[in-house]
């Protein structure tokens, strides 16, 4: 396992971009974004190859967030065009799982991020 600390979030209009951040402190094979909305179950945004840096998105994500890392040990996930129902707190999560966009098999969580898209 690793820490996992996250940063960025807040208030955003609608229309506008926000980027996440999640540092590892130590090497993992894949790192994942997460939202939860008030209500609702988790959901899986997006994932990302460490080694290799390979993308996945989830339907909701295609085309306006993308994910990325360093050689840090970090992930971002920079939203676009963001809408009030991207609202929601943001995790991200690392571990080596089945299926990247699936929590099962990420066995490290980030404390969570807000993440407010106003209308």
């Known amino acids: 396992q690793v820490r996992l600390t996250e940063s960025g979030g807040g208030s955003v209009q609608a229309g506008g971009s926000m980027r996440l951040s999640c540092r590892a402190s130590g090497y993992t094979r894949n790192i994942g974004w997460f939202r939860q909305a008030p209500g609702k179950g988790r959901e899986g945004v997006a994932a990302i190859g460490m080694s290799d840096g390979s993308p996945f998105y989830s339907e909701a994500a295609k085309g306006r967030f993308t994910i990325s890392r360093d050689n840090s040990n970090t992930a971002y996930l920079q939203m676009t065009r963001l809408k009030p129902a991207d609202s929601a707190i943001y995790y991200c999560?690392?571990?080596?799982?089945?299926?990247?966009?699936?929590?099962?098999?990420?066995?490290?969580w980030g404390q969570g991020t807000q993440v407010t898209v106003n209308s």
């Open positions: 999560a690392a571990g080596y799982p089945e299926r990247l966009l699936y929590s099962d098999g990420y066995d490290s």
